[in-house]
């Protein structure tokens, strides 16, 4: 390996040793983003954003197949929407950033900028809505939100950020709750087969939910410093917003009702997650499914060869586009192909293809894994089948072994000395039981500043007391620090 390409992966701190400060070098390394002259706001940069562009894609498709349609709304709020509806007021009044002066003039009413659209989508909600006949009402919104964080960390926590944001009305109970579900279903199963980061499914305690919610539903995913980091949520809204905008509708025996609302979203953060839970101190590892690139060809050998080497390289670039495999020819000559390989490797391509002289003479190619370093060598006539079987092996090896981390790090505590212990010496999550008593909630957030992530659909064990107080427990709740 040549000087600088040792010092180009020196320049990554080991995950080890800081594990923020890895997460800063690869994100700023693989040019994912930059820090922007605003406090907490960041510039994602071309790689990031075409990550996000492809998850837009896929969840896009998925609301539309399910009967949403996508609108744009305002990015200023006036208060008195805020004012309406005084448990969402008082979730988002510390966040929120407020216009109070325009051209020149002191505005007559303050207008907030848009930290979530609940309010006005009500409002808008309020005068569309007027029979049953024009419910159900699915919509989206793809859009950016401002909340002014105390502290920040790049796509994690930033405050400025964009994401989807669904909101839908309905005639009943019965079809919001369906609707709630159901997407937090899709954000699911998302996660899980496109992004290869496995989830766990539940519910937020009264304290957690959204403000403004009846419940709220969650997706949680552990990152590999044991954090866990809410994913994706699902809100079912009741009557409350439809009460506080009088959204109202004649049912077909003529009675005036109002409405059952619902809320979901899913931000950039989900970024964040792919680089805390596949990546390692080389830098990126992309799930195939999500990578803008999945293969990168690296021509090597002395300048005598190269003009035959270019040359089939080329054709392979030809061929694995023909096979819609997304793939880049790097037959730069004035970069060793050591640098290339660590510049590959940073930014996480899934499979490296190596083409070189005696490999002309041999009639192959050397595939390399992102994902294990593994090398693998293949017939020239070969390559794209096996390409396409790699491409499938290591979308799943990522996510069975995100899993098996998952697994190996939850645990169950019977009591509070035992939550603490886990928490301050294997971090991850932590199983327990709750009486539903929020002071027993808030008490293991003061004894390891864990907090309550979820109350799972499906628990792994159902324990008989509260972790804190010892009586019957309500529910088993996880537990772990977060990001």
């Given at each position: 390996m040549?000087?600088?390409?040792?010092?180009?992966?020196?320049?990554?701190?080991?995950?080890?040793?800081?594990?923020?400060?890895?997460?800063?070098?690869?994100?700023?390394?693989?040019?994912?983003?930059?820090?922007?002259?605003?406090?907490?706001?960041?510039?994602?940069?071309?790689?990031?954003?075409?990550?996000w562009e492809?998850?837009?894609?896929?969840?896009?498709?998925?609301?539309?197949?399910?009967?949403?349609?996508?609108?744009?709304?305002?990015?200023?709020?006036?208060?008195?929407?805020?004012?309406?509806?005084?448990?969402?007021?008082?979730?988002?009044?510390?966040?929120?950033?407020?216009?109070?002066?325009?051209?020149?003039?002191?505005?007559?009413?303050?207008?907030?900028?848009?930290?979530?659209?609940?309010?006005?989508?009500?409002?808008?909600y309020a005068q569309w809505i007027q029979s049953y006949r024009d419910l159900p009402l699915l919509l989206n919104q793809w859009a950016n939100?401002?909340?002014?964080?105390?502290?920040?960390?790049?796509?994690?926590?930033?405050?400025?950020?964009?994401?989807?944001?669904?909101?839908?009305?309905?005639?009943?109970?019965?079809?919001?709750?369906?609707?709630?579900?159901?997407?937090?279903?899709?954000?699911?199963?998302?996660?899980?087969?496109?992004?290869?980061?496995?989830?766990?499914?539940?519910q937020k305690t009264p304290s957690e939910k959204f403000a403004g919610a009846v419940e709220t539903y969650t997706i949680e995913s552990l990152m590999k410093d044991g954090r866990a980091l809410q994913t994706a949520t699902s809100h079912y809204l009741g009557q409350n917003f439809?009460?506080?905008?009088?959204?109202?509708?004649?049912?077909?025996?003529?009675?005036?009702?109002?409405?059952?609302?619902?809320?979901?979203?899913?931000?950039?953060?989900?970024?964040?997650?792919?680089v805390m839970v596949h990546g390692d101190d080389r830098g990126l590892v992309l799930p195939p499914k999500l990578s803008p690139t999945q293969v990168v060809i690296v021509p090597i050998g002395p300048a005598k060869a190269r003009e035959a080497v270019v040359a089939k390289a080329r054709e392979l670039f030809d061929a694995l586009k023909r096979a819609d495999i997304r793939v880049h020819l790097d037959d730069r000559d004035d970069v060793s192909p050591g640098w290339k390989f660590n510049e590959y490797e940073l930014r996480g391509v899934p499979i490296r293809l190596e083409l070189g002289p005696r490999d002309l003479e041999a009639s192959q190619a050397v595939l390399?894994?992102?994902?294990?370093?593994?090398?693998?060598?293949?017939?020239?006539?070969?390559?794209?089948?096996?390409?396409?079987?790699?491409?499938?092996?290591?979308?799943?090896?990522?996510?069975?072994?995100?899993?098996?981390?998952?697994?190996?790090?939850?645990?169950?505590?019977?009591?509070?000395?035992?939550?603490?212990?886990?928490?301050?010496?294997?971090?991850?999550?932590?199983?327990?039981?709750?009486?539903g008593d929020d002071a027993c909630e808030r008490a293991v957030k003061d004894a390891c500043t864990a907090t309550s992530r979820c109350i799972p659909f499906d628990p792994p064990a159902r324990p008989s007391t509260c972790v804190t107080c010892g009586k019957p427990a309500k529910h088993a709740v996880w537990f772990a620090k977060s990001y």
């Open positions: 040549a000087k600088q390409d040792k010092q180009f992966v020196k320049e990554i701190t080991p995950q080890s040793e800081d594990f923020s400060r890895w997460y800063i070098d690869v994100l700023q390394k693989a040019e994912w983003m930059d820090y922007a002259p605003v406090r907490g706001c960041i510039v994602i940069r071309p790689d990031a954003y075409e990550i492809r998850c837009q894609r896929e969840l896009d498709r998925e609301f539309k197949r399910t009967g949403h349609r996508n609108a744009y709304f305002p990015l200023f709020i006036p208060e008195s929407f805020f004012e309406k509806e005084k448990e969402h007021v008082e979730g988002f009044n510390p966040e929120l950033p407020w216009v109070t002066e325009a051209g020149g003039d002191i505005l007559e009413e303050r207008l907030a900028v848009r930290p979530t659209s609940e309010t006005m989508f009500g409002h808008m939100v401002v909340r002014w964080e105390k502290r920040t960390l790049p796509f994690l926590r930033t405050s400025e950020f964009l994401w989807q944001e669904g909101h839908t009305a309905h005639a009943t109970e019965e079809e919001a709750r369906e609707e709630t579900m159901r997407m937090l279903g899709i954000y699911a199963d998302f996660v899980e087969s496109f992004l290869a980061i496995p989830v766990i499914r539940g439809a009460k506080s905008f009088e959204i109202q509708y004649l049912d077909k025996d003529n009675q005036l009702k109002y409405v059952y609302t619902t809320s979901w979203g899913m931000s950039t953060r989900i970024l964040g997650a792919i390399a894994r992102r994902d294990t370093g593994e090398k693998i060598t293949v017939p020239l006539d070969a390559v794209i089948e096996r390409v396409q079987a790699l491409l499938s092996d290591i979308q799943r090896d990522l996510f069975e072994a995100a899993k098996r981390r998952l697994e190996e790090n939850s645990h169950v505590a019977e009591t509070l000395d035992q939550l603490v212990e886990i928490i301050q010496t294997k971090r991850g999550f932590v199983l327990a039981g709750w009486c």
